[in-house]
DNA sequence: ATAGGGTTAG
């Protein structure tokens, strides 16, 4: 009531409907007329009317006002009608049934009735009724505006509707509304929805004028479809464009994507513009950040971040738990989960996943133990597959590999398959032959077996030189039509992401990094370097797994690092999947070497190599 | 008489 005007309604005309009117309307809510004596509508008329119309909050308020049009003969009336209908379909009312029975009642929408109708299915949950209703608009001979088009794309958005949204366009293109910039930012959501890569930056060029938004959902349209290295090369675009700039959305998409990617002095650059254009104070950009810096492994600067802030929620605390736990800072993750509790700040089952992972990647086993047994007794969270895999995982790496086991069996929720898999990693780690052959046997009845699956199984089956089962297994592989990825390792140069995958001969320095690689190669072998071949796949003759070891996507980043950059940098790696054991060594083995911190971050965790030692003590 | 687009962090 607080918008309408003293002058036109005095405080003792303001009441609602009487509490006998609105019990029967509870009963009855296809009723179309309140009978009785005329409240505070009854002398509207004109813009008046209008205007209380706009500022009716609630659903009484609005049926006083059905009443008062059918009374005065104004329901038929377009004006009124779709004021009314504007705040009922729309929200905050959004009383999708209400408004449904109002438009069916009306005698001849017209399109910016329907548009509010199609515009209010877009946000309810049956957003496939508006495609709908935009048909049986066409088939009533009712013209669409730009705007009927941007909601109804909005309405195959939510619906899915791949089919739907080509429509869509085609008729954009039809009925020329291609020149609104908002809609074609629409349509570029739409194809990126559907991972429509090529068709979103086609909308995007078409585009005449393109404003921060529109950059945007580029941006995040590249990361939908893993085009990462794409959308930092959109930021540099943006900030040397006269007409938009990066604002705060931009830098919280960028933050996350030189996060996938390892990113770190890319990450800076975001940071400082963030700094200069005051970002930095928001919540959200700084819990952004604390993730970049820690997935980059600068876990200082993540903490630097973290205790600068002000105000620190549940979010904050949990990025900083679990950066420190993939970092290896098991027990300062344990302590920040405890001095969040004196911050007065409640985890949620998000934090717990953090603590718990921390305590696997540190080997906790008790501390591990003791966390997920008080986090139903204490905070009332009951375990998710999540945390009953960081458990297994624990246990599984401890050796309790049957305990494990058991556990899963236990477990209320259906396990999924990365459950399965954290099991055949620890029974690859303890050899367990036998129980990864079940494991397998789950994940097959999952659908879920990957090549990774298999590679597992076959080390365990190397490793005790059981090649008839390894011969199986690879027969197994190829009737199922099992294909392994190459493995892929990235690293950053002059803000340049660099790409390899295992003897891959396609970077432009290529001559110089193989030549570096066998300089280096050498050079280990002197300090005492010998190739481990025990989880190679073949049954090979030594010669031969030592040649294929020796181009590993992991080696070839390390020596482009080694190549490019002077002597003392840290070398920082991202690889897609996990590091082989001889990797590890080659890594631990060239930090003392060649005096250079190695920073590799695997698809599990950090291992940080100095001085020729890992943070992590065993290899995984 | 007249509405619309992107991100929501771990």
């Known amino acids: 009531?607080?918008?309408?005007?003293?002058?036109?309604?005095?405080?003792?005309n303001c009441r609602c409907l009487s509490s006998h009117a609105a019990a029967r309307i509870n009963h009855h809510p296809q009723i179309q007329c309140i009978p009785g004596p005329t409240n505070f509508t009854s002398h509207l008329h004109g813009d008046a009317l209008i205007s209380f119309i706009k500022s009716a909050s609630g659903k009484p308020h609005l049926l006083e006002i059905h009443a008062h049009l059918i009374r005065k003969f104004l329901f038929e009336d377009a004006i009124f009608f779709s004021a009314f209908l504007f705040r009922v379909a729309l929200?905050?009312?959004?009383?999708?049934?209400?408004?449904?029975?109002?438009?069916?009642?009306f005698r001849k929408p017209d399109f910016f009735q329907y548009n509010i109708m199609i515009r209010a299915y877009g946000m309810s949950d049956s957003p496939g009724n508006g495609f709908q209703l935009y048909q049986e608009m066409l088939r009533s001979g009712v013209s669409p505006n730009s705007l009927t088009s941007s909601f109804v794309t909005n309405c195959c958005i939510k619906s899915g509707s791949f089919f739907g949204g080509?429509?869509?366009?085609?008729?954009?293109?039809?009925?020329?509304?291609?020149?609104?910039?908002?809609?074609?930012?629409?349509?570029?959501d739409f194809y990126s929805s559907k991972e429509k890569y090529s068709d979103a930056c086609k909308v995007f060029d078409e585009m005449s004028h393109r404003d921060t938004i529109a950059w945007n959902v580029l941006i995040s349209c590249?990361?939908?479809?893993?085009?990462?290295?794409?959308?930092?090369?959109a930021f540099d675009i943006m900030q040397s464009s006269y007409d938009c700039q990066p604002d705060d959305v931009t830098c919280l998409l960028l933050l996350q994507a030189c996060a996938n990617l390892n990113a770190l002095a890319f990450g800076e650059g975001v940071h400082r513009y963030c700094e200069e254009h005051g970002f930095d104070k928001?919540?959200?950009?700084?819990?952004?950040?604390?993730?970049?810096?820690?997935?980059?492994?600068?876990?200082?600067k993540a903490f630097e971040v973290f205790k600068g802030m002000t105000e620190k929620d549940v979010v904050s605390w949990t990025a900083m738990i679990s950066g420190l736990a993939s970092n290896g800072y098991g027990r300062d993750a344990i302590e920040a989960f405890r001095e969040m509790q004196n911050a007065g700040v409640s985890p949620d089952y998000q934090t717990f996943t953090g603590v718990l992972s921390a305590c696997s990647h540190s080997g906790l086993l008790d501390e591990g133990r003791m966390v997920f047994n008080s986090m139903s007794k204490e905070f009332g969270i009951p375990p998710n597959i999540h945390h009953y895999g960081c458990v297994v995982d624990l246990m599984g790496r401890a050796g309790m590999v049957n305990e494990a086991y058991n556990l899963i069996n236990s477990m209320k929720v259906r396990p999924d398959a990365t459950i399965w898999?954290?099991?055949?990693?620890?029974?690859?780690?303890?050899?367990?032959?036998?129980l990864g052959e079940q494991v397998i046997e789950h994940l097959i009845e999952l659908k879920a077996q990957e090549a990774g699956d298999y590679v597992l199984l076959l080390n365990i089956y190397s490793s005790h030189g059981d090649w008839d089962k390894v011969i199986n297994v690879r027969?197994?592989?190829?009737?199922?039509g099992i294909q392994t990825n190459p493995a892929c390792s990235t690293i950053e140069f002059r803000g340049e992401i660099h790409e390899f995958v295992a003897n891959d001969f396609s970077h432009p320095r290529k001559t110089e990094i193989f030549e570096m690689l066998d300089e280096i190669n050498q050079q280990l072998r002197i300090a005492g370097y010998v190739?481990?071949?025990?989880?190679?796949?073949?049954?090979?003759?030594?010669?031969?797994?030592?040649?294929?070891?020796?181009?590993?996507?992991?080696?070839?980043?390390?020596?482009?690092?080694?190549?490019?950059?002077?002597p003392g940098t840290s070398i920082r790696v991202a690889k897609d999947l996990r590091i082989c054991v001889d990797c590890h060594n080659f890594a631990k083995m060239l930090s003392a070497v060649y005096n250079r911190e190695v920073v590799i971050r695997d698809r599990n965790r950090f291992h940080h190599f100095r001085e020729g030692r890992c943070s992590c003590n065993d290899y995984w």
């Open 1 to 12: 009531m607080k918008a309408i005007s003293p002058r036109r309604f005095s405080v003792s």
């Open 91 to 105: 929200p905050p009312l959004h009383d999708l049934a209400y408004a449904c029975r109002l438009f069916s009642k």
């Open 166 to 188: 080509l429509q869509i366009h085609a008729r954009i293109l039809r009925y020329g509304h291609q020149s609104d910039g908002r809609l074609l930012t629409t349509l570029m």
């Open 222 to 233: 590249y990361m939908r479809n893993r085009r990462t290295r794409d959308a930092l090369r």
């Open 282 to 300: 928001a919540m959200n950009i700084c819990n952004a950040l604390i993730t970049m810096y820690s997935r980059c492994g600068c876990i200082e």
């Open 421 to 434: 898999r954290t099991l055949l990693g620890a029974c690859r780690i303890h050899g367990q032959a036998d």
């Open 475 to 480: 027969k197994m592989m190829k009737d199922r």
């Open 531 to 566: 190739a481990e071949t025990m989880s190679e796949l073949h049954n090979v003759g030594v010669e031969e797994k030592q040649i294929a070891l020796s181009y590993h996507s992991e080696k070839l980043a390390i020596a482009f690092g080694v190549l490019s950059t002077p």
